[in-house]
């Protein structure tokens, strides 16, 4: 599983692939983040800051996505077969899996850089920071599923797969904000929770937690049985 792993995130750099959503996150950092709060008491600094770090979850969900969709394809199709059957197929998806959420972790320490700093210049760092990285383990395995899903495994057509990842994500965005939410990922949830302060978000952690970890099973098993059904 480990060789595997580094299998696919070596392939992933040394094509070079990982340079887009890395510029993409460069670029959020550089328009979205850079003007933190200041000048105001600890209290809104800690709330704003919390709700920044949510915020940063909401836009990276697209990147991850995007990021592990281009993992997965980065691996020939001859060779994703020949891998299933070195090691059995469900071996194979796996270490794919992990490769994308790896690489999606290290998207988002880029991207939490630059609040990162802002809250540590700012005294506040101590309190919304936990909260922020369990928050984003957690949300990177849904993004890393539905890239994965729209991957050349599941859809070999690059226009079908690029509008597939595009439209899901738009889909579940426009699901959380209604009485369907619970179909979708909670962006609405933690967005809510988040710009409530550090307190408010780690109380409805566990929820939120409870709910993607729920479709991310789905998710999983959706990605398992298309793999199945394209071999």
């Not at 792993?5 to 993409?24: E, K, T």
């Not at 020949?82 to 992990?98: D, K, N, S």
């Not at 302060?197 to 789905?218: F, Y």
Request: net charge positive; proline share 5%.
């Amino acid at each position: 599983m480990t060789a595997l792993i580094r299998f696919h995130l070596s392939g992933y750099v040394r094509s070079l692939r990982v340079l887009q959503p890395v510029l993409a996150v460069f670029l959020l950092v550089s328009v979205v983040l850079v003007n933190g709060p200041a000048g105001l008491d600890r209290a809104t600094t800690m709330k704003l800051h919390m709700g920044g770090y949510a915020d940063v979850a909401a836009f990276l969900f697209t990147i991850w996505a995007w990021a592990a969709r281009g993992v997965l394809d980065t691996e020939p199709d001859r060779q994703r077969e020949l891998c299933a059957l070195a090691v059995g197929r469900r071996t194979a998806m796996a270490a794919g899996l992990l490769a994308a959420y790896v690489v999606n972790l290290g998207l988002a320490g880029i991207a939490l850089a630059v609040p990162v700093g802002q809250g540590i210049s700012a005294g506040v760092s101590g309190g919304t920071l936990p909260a922020a990285v369990a928050l984003h383990l957690v949300v990177a395995v849904p993004a890393t599923l539905v890239g994965a899903l729209t991957s050349r495994a599941v859809l070999p057509s690059t226009a079908v797969s690029i509008l597939a990842l595009l439209g899901g994500c738009l889909v579940l965005l426009i699901l959380s904000m209604g009485p369907l939410a619970w179909l979708s990922v909670p962006m609405i949830g933690w967005l809510r929770a988040a710009h409530d302060g550090p307190a408010a978000l780690t109380a409805a952690l566990p929820g939120l937690a409870a709910h993607i970890a729920a479709w991310s099973a789905v998710a999983a098993a959706g990605y398992a049985w298309a793999r199945r059904a394209r071999t």
